[in-house]
């Protein structure tokens, strides 16, 4: 059964950093893409970023430039450096597993960003 289990949110002042991680149960070799979304409240789920088999990254235009999608392969673990955050990066924070076609996602990390 694929888990994936993320740790890392929380609060931070405007201006700050947090970084993410998500623990995946497999090896990292056999993914296609692991994610980064996140739904604000009221509002969709959307891509933050995410990073290809290969290592090409991808990132939404409002978080380029401040986030950086990393990976681990000795640890099976994906990162979400934040930095200069924003009040409206507030969101939950969804890790993003794609080994086509199935799609797994975490259960999620609240992060809040205020002074």
């Known amino acids: 059964q694929v888990q994936l289990v993320e740790s890392g949110g929380g609060l931070a002042q405007p201006g700050g950093s947090l970084r993410l991680s998500c623990a995946a149960s497999?090896?990292?070799?056999?993914?296609?893409?692991m994610a980064w979304y996140r739904q604000a409240p009221g509002k969709s789920r959307e891509l933050a970023a995410a990073i290809v088999r290969n290592g090409d990254t991808h990132y939404a235009d409002a978080v380029e430039g401040r986030f950086t999608i990393s990976r681990d392969f000795a640890k099976n673990t994906v990162y979400l450096q934040m930095n200069s955050l924003k009040s409206e990066d507030t969101a939950v924070y969804y890790c993003n597993e794609r080994v086509t076609p199935d799609v797994y996602w975490g259960q999620g990390t609240q992060v809040t960003v205020a002074s």
């Open positions: 497999e090896n990292l070799f056999s993914i296609d893409t």
